[in-house]
């Protein structure tokens, strides 16, 4: 499930790009404005920068005193539990690579109920929002609340999700996520079947 997530975000990252001239920006209040381009996204968390090794990811990582759940660790991701970024506490924390680099983040809590999941990412976007500026596109998706997306002219973006999943438990959860993704470090592409 948490991969899902992860290319849930992608998705809708890539998706907003792919769609951006008709969509409305938080800047311009009005549709005929492409995607909302900002110097540059973070690319550094925890002491450790998008293109290290899985191994750097895990050392640095640990120096902060997080540590993986190496139970379910794979070559493409490692799952962390609890920790504070940006002013926030994160319940969850993913880390994504793409041949074998790193190329992904992403920070997310759980709510039981969408009044607080909505102030949540609200709080989350205002504060977000004082360094980078969103591009705001239509949600079409019935079940994603809310989604804000911010576009680097480096090749990285970062996208404010709000939406709702069936857990593990299977209970119906609505996730905030905060994520970062460097589109730079991608998977190879094969053309053969």
């Known amino acids: 499930m948490k991969k899902l997530l992860f290319i849930a975000l992608a998705s809708i990252c890539m998706g907003a790009m792919l769609t951006a001239c008709t969509g409305k920006t ?7 404005v492409d995607t909302v381009w900002n110097n540059h996204i973070q690319k550094t ?3 450790v920068s998008f293109g290290a090794s899985q191994k750097e990811v895990i050392k ?6 997080l540590y993986d759940n190496s139970f379910i660790r794979t070559k493409n991701a490692l799952y962390y539990s609890s920790c504070s970024f940006g ?10 690579f793409s041949n074998g680099k790193f190329n992904g983040i992403q920070f997310y809590n759980a709510y039981k109920d969408k009044a607080s999941a909505m102030n949540a990412y609200e709080n989350l976007k205002e504060t977000v929002g004082q360094k980078y500026q969103f591009t705001e596109r239509e949600i079409k998706d019935t079940t994603c609340y809310a989604a ?13 999700i ?3 999943s069936e857990s593990r438990s299977k209970e119906l959860l609505i996730y905030v996520q905060l994520g970062y993704a460097d589109l730079n470090i991608e998977d190879n592409v094969s053309s053969e079947l």
């Open 26 to 32: 938080a800047a311009a209040k009005h549709t005929e």
């Open 87 to 96: 002013g926030f506490d994160w319940q969850m924390i993913n880390v994504y």
């Open 162 to 164: 709000c939406d709702k």
């Open 45 to 47: 968390f925890f002491g």
């Open 148 to 160: 804000s997306q911010a576009f680097g002219k480096d090749g990285r973006v970062l996208a404010i």
């Open 60 to 65: 640095a990582f640990s120096k902060q005193g």
